[in-house]
């Protein structure tokens, strides 16, 4: 915690009020404490991460709390992702003659 | 091709903003878009079409799985067009063995897809002339996103793992304003840095209004962001001579 306390970004009071306000705005409650606990943890990373990207995009966009702040990156990409279109589609990226001499 | 173009602006074109719930539809969901307004351009008539249609008769049968915007494409034109949303409402769940097509009536259909270039020069080109069509993202800063525009950072929102879809309808440029560098710069007294505009396109989301600028979102254009141009697909809605219309895209 000593270290955290040099670190930027919120405090967990601070923390805990804007989770209590995305739990209000976006109407979110959650089962026991445990899951209250782990949805809070995970709003921290995410919000943790925000605060990377706002730094890091060299556009104007802003990113901080969504509706899918209480989601980890991969329930995220279960939920709204197109994993069959992940990556690569097969025989879509490739256009004929492009160095695979012998193959129609 | 005009400096800007923003479909939401004509009336009647672009359907409000869907929201795929916890399904992963969002290949369907912008096919369906995308048939909507270009029926609206070429036919001046606005239909809500059914999304149901295409996960519940998706010939690969992956529904809520995901799912490519040529197979919806092809659903349509094996289906000789697409309900209403209205006849054949979204459920939020793909019943794939209960295809139910053939029950309603088709009010609106495609001649067929295409793939267009990948060159965002050309992509605005068509966008601007034809209308809106469907893209394939990297969607890793979606999450997060909240408003403005994205200009991803090199090494981030790699091009190569595109992973949703979304319609693309329109394009402009930010007025001028100083780069995040540029103010790092002034804040360390350094001299007072150019000011510069952002050219972006306008992609609308499926993930409800509550979701990103109500529902939108702008990425930077001429950079491929997050791979903006590698799966740039439409279907192609060609009215006869007498029933077509000139519609150009609002500024």
């Known amino acids: 915690q000593g270290i955290r306390g040099q670190e930027p970004g919120p405090r967990p009071l601070e923390l805990r009020e804007a989770f209590t306000l995305f739990q209000i705005q976006y109407n979110r409650t959650y089962s026991n404490p445990a899951e209250y606990a782990r949805r809070l943890e995970i709003f921290a990373r995410n919000l943790a991460r925000a605060q990377r990207l706002q730094e890091e995009d060299l556009g104007t966009a802003q990113f901080g709390v969504t509706p899918f702040s209480d989601l980890t990156e991969e329930e995220f990409d279960q939920l709204y992702g197109n994993r069959k279109a992940a990556g690569r589609a097969p025989n879509m990226d490739r256009k004929v003659g492009s160095g695979e001499r012998g193959k129609s | ?251």
């Not at chain 2, 002034?186 to 396109?201: D, T, V």
């Open chain 2, 1 to 251: 091709v005009p400096s800007t173009c923003d479909w939401r602006k004509k009336p009647g074109i672009i359907s409000s903003v869907r929201n795929q719930v916890t399904c992963g539809c969002c290949w369907a969901m912008a096919a369906v878009g995308n048939i909507e307004a270009l029926w609206a351009i070429k036919y001046q008539k606005f239909v809500e079409l059914s999304v149901q249609e295409l996960l519940d008769c998706d010939r690969c049968a992956n529904g809520c799985a995901g799912g490519f915007v040529w197979d919806a494409f092809l659903t349509v034109l094996n289906n000789s067009g697409l309900a209403s949303e209205k006849d054949y409402p979204y459920q939020g769940k793909a019943e794939v063995h209960k295809c139910q097509a053939k029950r309603y009536k088709k009010v609106a259909w495609i001649q067929d897809f295409i793939m267009l270039p990948e060159n965002e020069q050309s992509i605005a080109r068509h966008l601007a002339t034809e209308g809106p069509i469907t893209v394939t993202i990297n969607k890793e800063l979606l999450q997060v996103y909240q408003n403005n525009v994205i200009q991803p950072a090199p090494g981030t929102c790699d091009p190569r793992q595109v992973d949703h879809v979304v319609l693309l309808v329109g394009f402009g440029k930010t007025k001028s304003v100083e780069s995040r560098q540029a103010e790092a710069d002034l804040s360390q007294s350094k001299p007072r840095p150019r000011r510069r505009s952002i050219p972006y396109w306008i992609l609308k989301n499926s993930w409800g209004a509550n979701w990103g600028e109500e529902g939108y979102f702008r990425l930077h254009r001429g950079s491929n962001a997050c791979g903006i141009t590698k799966y740039p697909w439409t279907a192609l809605v060609d009215a006869p001579a007498k029933k077509r219309h000139a519609v150009s895209c609002p500024p």
